[in-house]
């Protein structure tokens, strides 16, 4: 595929390149933006980084302290943005409360959404591959935080073998049993449940006939997330994950909250485990 992204800002940053670019979205529809860090040297592996609801492809590199360590272990970092931007839907703002109508890394189907509401097709098969390329064919592992928790875990269990390893931060861990899925779901994807759990990480773990990650998922939960009781449900992740053999780390953080504060605090152990498994 032709790929030659426009170049809206590139910064030297512990040796390697933070960069931020804008393509025309063949999946959306729309001009898309994206961020890449680029250690010195030759990369040892890339990581998607996916970021969580209101965020765009800067809050990653800006906020999640990343680039020293992706640096030091050779990871190049890549983050798209979370949502389609620019459309003019009615409601895209007010009626979500998030500033913009929310991704949640899927195709929706229903109108007015499934035009441009394609984000699985963006990520997954347009910008990862594009980059992928770009780099000399990199393996790939995959990160997310909050709304970008959930995409991590259903995009790694939706496309096997298209990720080395997986890791999360305080994820929505069951799309369909929260109230932000509650809202989304049958908005981008209509009434009929069967769809939802396609794109519920804790229903898509259950439907597993073998653990899809036999080195283990790591799992980072602040205990003082505001979140955590009644949109994250970490729980459900957990005893689905135990009902088909999953290995798990699953470590809850007393006095962390849901941003990028806790984000910071451990990023590191989440470069450092992607790392073991790209080799």
Known sequence: ?????????EYRCFGGVQGYYRHASRAVGLPMQYSLYRPPGTPRGLLLCLAGLTCS?????????????????????????TSPRGTNIPGQADDWGFGVAAGFYLDATQAPWAPHWRMESHVMQELLPAVQAQLGGLPTSILGHSMGGHGALTLAQRHPGSFQSLSVIAPISALSQCPWGQKALPAY????EAQWAAHDASALMRAQSAPPFPAGILMDQGEADQFLSDQLKPELFEAACAAVGQPLTLRRHAGYGHGYYFVSTVIDDHLRHHAAALG
């Not at 595929?1 to 800002?9: A, D, K, T």
């Open 1 to 9: 595929m032709s790929w030659n992204p426009e170049v809206i800002g």
């Open 57 to 81: 492809e800067e809050t990653f590199p800006i906020k999640a302290g990343a680039q020293r360590l992706a640096s030091a272990l050779g990871l190049a970092l890549l983050s798209p943005d």
């Open 189 to 192: 994807l209509g009434a009929d």
